[in-house]
Every structure is written in structure tokens, then in C-alpha cells.
């Protein structure tokens, strides 16, 4: 059996230049694949709400929610490192309140890290979280929970902030951050800038390692998509196909043929 990954073979795949791979999932069947998949990292993030939910920001996701989700995923990740994503409002409310917050994810879902929105303005956040014996994954760039003082979701470039985002989280005791909407000059940058590990979304090839949206990946959602996103497959259309199949063979009379009644 593989040996769960943790925050130091991060560390050790830094330094051995092995990329790190993460993705998002939300529910047990898809994070038993994931895990099986070989991904180092199983991050349930607050995209929830936009994936799972119907929702058109992450902001109205709750503390409950995230619970709830990053448990049922943390019972199926026998290899994968799972961060739990503290949701807006869950951090951003004082020390105390982080620390309680991120403390459940340790306490009442099996997840080993959280992960937070945020640069240099949450650094005393993320330092008080550590403390705490919590690791921490920051995010920094464009951060979707921001979206109404970004005016909207947009590419991030100002560089010498992006920089001291970078460092100051580092800092802080983060053990990675995610580098979300950054132009790849950048992130090459702040990467060999950085001893942590780097895991970019949208952010070029020059990171320490790679995270997408599962929705995104296995092409589960229509609508748009972001420039960074590369479908390798398109379950929407199967699963349609065969949902519109059982239709037609209900309506004649095709299903259930007497392969599916049980004998008398
Ligand atoms: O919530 C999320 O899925 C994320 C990733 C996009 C990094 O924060």
C-alpha cells in the first residue's frame, strides 16, 4: 500500500523537482477515484458551491457544509493528502474564530490541512493558525471569495504584491500556497522565490505543482469555462446519453426486459 502523503513529501517532491498534482472533489465515489487516480492532493474546496451547489459565487457556503463534504472525502482518500477549504466569513472574523474553525476540520473530518484565501492581510491568520498545530495551505492571486472587491473573477498581475503575498504567507508558516490567475512569468518567480511548495491554478507550467476543479476535468458542467481548464473527458454528455437511453426504453417498454425481473 502507498504511504499517505503528507506536508513533509511536499516538501521532499519541492526538492526532488517532482510535480505535485491536486484536485478537488466533494462526495465519497468521485474521492475514491481520485485517490486511486494517484493525486497527491484531495482539496475540498468551497468551489462546492459553485459545482455542487448551483450557486454563482463560493461565498454563501457554510462552515457545516464544508464539514460535512470534506468528511464523506477524507473516508475515501487512503493515499491523498485532504485539505478542507475554510469558507468565507470562517477566518476572516478574528483569530479565535479561525483557529476553532480550521481546529474541525482536524477534529471532525480526518482532513490534515485547511487551506485559506488571502495574502499578506491574513498572514497573522494563518500565523495563528499554525500555532496551533493546524497546517495551512494559502491561496493567493485571484481569490474567488473576493470577487465583489476584484470586480469580478479576474487575472491577477500585479507583481511586486503577488510577490510579497508570496513571501509573507511563507512567512506565516503556510507549508504551500495556491497560485490562482497569475500570469506564468510571475508564478516561475514567486515559485523559486518560495521554499514551500507551489500548486497553480490557472498560473502557467512553472509551479511546483497543479490543481483543478473535478466538475471541470471530467467535463461534468456545461456553461463556460475558464481559459486554464483542459476537459479530459466529458461525462456530462455520457451520463445525458444515458439518462435519455432509460427514456426512451421506459416509455417502450424495452426496460426492464426479463434479464432485469427476478424469476418467479
Ligand atoms: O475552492 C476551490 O476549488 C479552490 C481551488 C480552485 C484552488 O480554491
Redesign the pocket.
Known sequence: MRKKVTVSSLFVMKEKKEKIVAL?AYDYPFAKMVDESGIHII?V???LGMMVQGEST?LPVTMDQAIYHTRIVSKAAQYAMVVG?MPFLSYQTGKRDAIANAGRFLKETGASAV?LEGGAAVSETIKAITKASIPVQA?IGLT?QSVHQMGGFKVQRDEERLINDALEVEKAGAFSV?L?GIPPQISAKITSALKIPTIG?GAGPDCDGQ?L?LHDLVGINDGHLPKFVKQYAQLRKTALAAMEEYVKEVQSGDFPSEEHCYKP
Open positions: 478537488t482539496l474546496g468551497d468551489s463560493t477549504d487551506k491561496h474567488p495556491v490562482e491554478i490543481i476543479v
